[in-house]
């Protein structure tokens, strides 16, 4: 997953669903849970190499998890 602090996101590229954040929480509700076009994807892709940002989708125990710089 990575976090967009500027867009109160979290994105997951594997999946290519954001999540907002409200107040600090994310609402990971799948019936909240925004799909993103392509062109979207790639946009956030770009953000999150230009900010030193990495998905970190595979874990030991197969989940997502946040990755932060």
């Known amino acids: ?8 996101v979290l ?3 594997r999946l290519r669903r954001r999540y907002r954040v409200v ?6 509700l799948v019936d909240q849970a925004e799909a993103v076009t392509d062109a979207e994807h790639q946009r ?3 953000k999150a190499a230009g900010q030193g940002t ?3 989708s ?3 125990a197969g989940t997502d998890s ?3 710089s």
């Open 54 to 56: 990495e998905a970190n």
């Open 23 to 28: 107040d600090g929480i994310p609402v990971m």
């Open 66 to 68: 946040v990755a932060e």
């Open 58 to 60: 595979q874990t030991a």
């Open 11 to 13: 994105y997951n590229p």
């Open 44 to 46: 956030l892709e770009v």
């Open 1 to 8: 997953m990575l976090y967009f602090a500027d867009e109160e």
